[in-house]
């Protein structure tokens, strides 16, 4: 072998060293980081095989009402005339709508919940005599007698101080029925964005609180979970309350009714990875 010969494989065998240890510290760090991405995809995927803890928090605020609702009903009972029962039963539900929008209740507040026909029967009582296996007397099927047409209308008042005579007005302009008076509000989204706030706030202090009593750090977060809970009514006449009127030819006064206050509640649980 030639001498230049021998330097060139002299030269080759450090060379080849360096490139195995190369491709030892490269497959290695593909390891690593395969084995990295999977605890943490893991992590992401089962937060609950880890040790975790959760706490509790909840948010209440009070506020007072903004709009109050109310529904009225027509309700006209009849014989088979059905044509003449719908005019009679229309022709009071328009004049209580109009008087809503006399009294500055917009068009977008007064919304139909409710047109119903129903039939009324007649039906007969009678004792079918079976002789010889046969019945000798057949009992008639029921038979339409009239109807009863009903249209529902639900209302949302903004001023709170025509209340009373709004739903008096309605009952003296056609209306037979008054009920589910409630007090809301429009927008709850502003209420329950600060209970919200409230219930996360004391979920963490809470959480600070058991990982310093229990000598661990306090992990990442690893999930959050929220209950809404109410609003409570909080009013006078009471959420749901009904008046019931026979005729609608009756003045009545108009009652007195405050709007009270609501308490928007709302829980979260937060859970928390042990450190």
């Given at each position: 072998?030639?001498?230049?010969?021998?330097?060139?494989?002299?030269?080759?065998?450090?060379?080849?060293?360096?490139?195995?240890?190369?491709?030892?510290?490269?497959?290695?760090?593909?390891?690593?980081a395969a084995l990295s991405f999977t605890n943490a995809y893991s992590r992401s995927i089962q937060p609950s095989s880890f040790r975790s803890?959760?706490?509790?928090?909840?948010?209440?605020?009070?506020?007072?009402?903004?709009?109050?609702?109310?529904?009225?009903?027509?309700?006209?009972?009849?014989?088979?005339?059905?044509?003449?029962?719908?005019?009679?039963?229309?022709?009071?539900?328009?004049?209580?709508?109009?008087?809503?929008?006399?009294?500055?209740?917009?068009?977008?507040?007064?919304k139909t919940q409710q047109y119903s026909v129903d039939p009324r029967y007649q039906r007969f009582n009678c004792n079918p005599v079976i002789?010889?296996?046969?019945?000798?007397?057949?009992?008639?099927?029921?038979?339409?007698?009239?109807?009863?047409?009903?249209?529902?209308?639900?209302?949302?008042?903004?001023?709170?101080?025509?209340?009373?005579?709004?739903?008096?007005?309605?009952?003296?302009?056609?209306?037979?029925?008054?009920?589910?008076?409630?007090?809301?509000?429009?927008?709850?989204?502003?209420?329950?964005?600060?209970?919200?706030?409230?219930?996360?706030?004391?979920?963490?202090?809470?959480?600070?609180?058991?990982?310093?009593?229990?000598?661990?750090?306090?992990?990442?977060?690893?999930?959050?979970?929220?209950?809404?809970?109410?609003?409570?009514?909080?009013?006078?006449?009471?959420?749901?309350?009904?008046?019931?009127?026979?005729?609608?030819?009756?003045?009545?006064?108009?009652?007195?009714?405050?709007?009270?206050?609501?308490?928007?509640?709302?829980?979260?649980?937060?859970?928390?990875?042990?450190?």
């Amino acid at each position: 072998m030639k001498s230049q010969d021998i330097y060139k494989f002299k030269m080759n065998i450090p060379y080849k060293n360096v490139l195995t240890i190369a491709a030892g510290f490269a497959l290695l760090a593909i390891g690593y980081a395969a084995l990295s991405f999977t605890n943490a995809y893991s992590r992401s995927i089962q937060p609950s095989s880890f040790r975790s803890f959760a706490v509790s928090g909840e948010g209440k605020v009070v506020v007072v009402p903004d709009v109050a609702q109310f529904s009225f009903s027509v309700i006209t009972q009849g014989g088979n005339d059905l044509a003449s029962l719908q005019k009679q039963n229309t022709e009071k539900a328009n004049a209580a709508i109009d008087f809503l929008k006399g009294e500055g209740v917009d068009e977008e507040d007064i919304k139909t919940q409710q047109y119903s026909v129903d039939p009324r029967y007649q039906r007969f009582n009678c004792n079918p005599v079976i002789r010889n296996g046969a019945t000798t007397e057949i009992c008639p099927p029921p038979e339409i007698v009239g109807y009863t047409v009903t249209q529902s209308v639900q209302v949302k008042l903004r001023d709170f101080s025509k209340i009373g005579g709004v739903m008096a007005g309605v009952v003296e302009n056609g209306a037979n029925q008054v009920s589910n008076l409630d007090f809301t509000l429009d927008d709850p989204s502003s209420a329950e964005n600060d209970a919200r706030k409230e219930a996360i706030e004391e979920a963490k202090r809470k959480a600070e609180a058991v990982a310093q009593a229990g000598g661990f750090r306090l992990g990442r977060l690893l999930s959050i979970e929220e209950g809404f809970v109410g609003p409570y009514y909080n009013q006078t006449l009471g959420r749901g309350g009904a008046l019931d009127f026979a005729t609608e030819s009756t003045a009545l006064p108009a009652p007195s009714i405050e709007p009270g206050s609501q308490d928007v509640e709302i829980n979260v649980v937060l859970r928390y990875e042990i450190n």
